[in-house]
């Protein structure tokens, strides 16, 4: 497990590092549903992508991926997060995962996301989590886990995202 995770607000500097994590970590996934094209993949990551909503994950101070969540009246919703493949299977998403379901206990509030039907190794690791699937279609499936009373911030990284 690396000595510290952290978060940092997205910068506009930024960028092509995200676009590039969620290449290499969920371009084969895209492709194998829609088909990766760069120009048009680049058009939605620019449309998307908001600087000091979107956080950097770092790892000894290393960037190591991006964390998207969007705290709405009824649920926070885990829009995006995603690694460098060489940080994968480190402990580190489970780690901002865990430390993500207490922030959502703390508010009475399920966590929600989207997972890619293909992407079959993050259905799991969701699974294994806690979370269960609420809709379905041909490619995604919506998966939510509800707090319970053993449900709290068991990791905090630094800066806290405002909720």
Not at 41 to 47: L, W
Request: glycine content about 8%.
């Amino acid at each position: 497990m690396p000595s510290e995770v952290d978060l940092r607000p997205a910068t506009a500097a930024d960028s092509d590092f995200c676009f590039q994590v969620h290449r290499a970590a969920l371009g084969e996934h895209v492709a194998a549903i829609w088909g990766w094209d760069d120009e048009i993949q680049r058009g939605y990551h620019d449309r998307a992508f908001v600087p000091g909503t979107w956080q950097i994950i770092t790892v000894d101070g290393a960037d190591a991926g991006l964390l998207v969540v969007d705290y709405r009246p009824a649920e926070v919703f885990l829009g995006r997060i995603e690694l460098d493949p060489r940080f994968q299977g480190r402990g580190i998403g489970g780690r901002l995962l865990r430390w993500l379901i207490g922030v959502a206990a703390e508010r009475g509030q399920p966590l929600v996301l989207e997972v890619l039907a293909v992407n079959t190794r993050a259905q799991a690791f969701y699974l294994r989590h806690g979370f269960r699937e609420t809709a379905r279609n041909e490619r995604k499936i919506l998966l939510a886990r509800t707090p319970d009373q053993e449900d709290r911030p068991s990791v905090s990284p630094r800066p806290s995202p405002s909720p």
